[in-house]
C-alpha cells in the first residue's frame, strides 16, 4: 500500500504535535503533584496545631461584654 506524501507529512506532524503536548501535559502533572504533596504536608501540621489547641466555650473576662443595665 503506498501512503501519499501529503498524507505522510500530515500524519508526522499530528503526531509531533501529540507528543509534544503529552510531554507538556506531564510536566504539568508533575508539578501538580509536588504541590499537592506540600499541601498534604502543611494541612497535616495545621490539624496537628489544632488538636493540641485547648478549646473553651467560656470567655475570658476581657472578652466578655458587660450585662445591658451597666
Do not use: G, W
Not at 499537592?36 to 473553651?56: D, P, R, W, Y
Amino acid at each position: 500500500m503506498l501512503i501519499k506524501p501529503d498524507l505522510l507529512e500530515s500524519l508526522e506532524s499530528k503526531i509531533a504535535y501529540l507528543e509534544y503536548n503529552l510531554e507538556n501535559l506531564s510536566s504539568e502533572v508533575y508539578e501538580l503533584r509536588q504541590i499537592i504533596e506540600k499541601q498534604k504536608v502543611q494541612i497535616n501540621f495545621l490539624a496537628s496545631k489544632l488538636k493540641s489547641v485547648e478549646v473553651s466555650n467560656v470567655a475570658s473576662r476581657s472578652e466578655e461584654t458587660p450585662p445591658p443595665h451597666y
